[in-house]
């Protein structure tokens, strides 16, 4: 079974930092998410990357596939980006598509 | 933007009652997913759907769970005979390919509470 850890469980920010969100696993995997859950409940899928980078306007999500790790970048931090930030990867084994889940980074940005 | 939408988005039931949370995914999607998040927890894996079978589920998914896809809309989750430990918050997930490189679309969430 493939474990997941985030780190921090708990970040604070003034506007416009540059924040970073870590995620850690156990097992190799193929493909890894990165999701944006809303105070009120609801989840976003922000990103899906198997390799290298991606970048969705002011967020950037990196993976080290060796390494079993992965970073969340959120640039000129604003407001609206205080969420829980949630990275999630494939449970474990060939055919398996469960999705483990992470703790979740709780973002705080203030103004 | 097409999107998956959940009803009720607030339910509260006895212990011991049934429940039937709906799921109406996006139009052309063709895998649904249901996952569970107890307040203050992490979202967990319940069970995957395709072609009208569980194609995976996880052990919290045991026989008072089911799924249906009962047309060609939507997609439920029963749960037979509600427990307090079931209170969470129960998302749809859905999307057009299988497996874990295609990207999942959520539903805003169903609020489940037993009393």
């Known amino acids: 079974k493939n474990e997941v850890e985030q780190s921090p469980q708990n970040l604070t920010a003034q506007e416009g930092e540059f924040i970073t969100i870590n995620c850690s696993y156990s097992?190799?995997?193929?493909?890894l998410h990165w999701l944006q859950q809303h105070p009120g409940g609801g989840i976003v899928s922000l990103f899906m990357l198997s390799s290298g980078k991606k970048k969705h306007g002011r967020l950037i999500a990196t993976i080290n596939i060796q390494e079993k790790h992965s970073s969340l970048h959120i640039t000129a931090s604003h407001p609206r980006d205080s969420a829980v930030y949630i990275c999630?990867?494939?449970?474990?084994?060939?055919?398996?598509?469960?999705?483990?889940f992470g703790k979740g980074t709780k973002l705080s940005v203030i103004p | 933007e097409p999107e998956v939408t959940q009803t009720p988005s607030h339910q509260v039931t006895q212990m011991g009652q049934e429940v039937i949370l709906r799921c109406v995914p996006i139009?052309?999607?063709?895998?649904f997913y249901w996952y569970r998040q107890i307040l203050g927890q992490k979202v967990e894996f319940l069970v995957s759907?395709?072609?009208?079978?569980?194609?995976?589920k996880s052990e919290i998914f045991d026989d008072q769970f089911s799924v249906e896809r009962p047309d060609g809309s939507n997609f439920t989750l029963k749960i037979r005979s509600t427990k307090l430990e079931d209170s969470a918050m129960y998302f749809c997930?859905?999307?057009?390919?299988?497996?874990?490189?295609?990207?999942?679309?959520f539903g805003p969430g169903t609020r489940l509470t037993v009393t």
């Open positions: 997930a859905s999307s057009d390919g299988r497996g874990l490189n295609y990207e999942q679309y």
């Open positions: 097992v190799g995997i193929s493909a």
């Open positions: 139009s052309n999607h063709l895998y």
């Open positions: 999630a990867v494939p449970n474990s084994g060939a055919g398996s598509y469960q999705l483990t």
């Open positions: 759907f395709y072609n009208n079978e569980i194609s995976e």
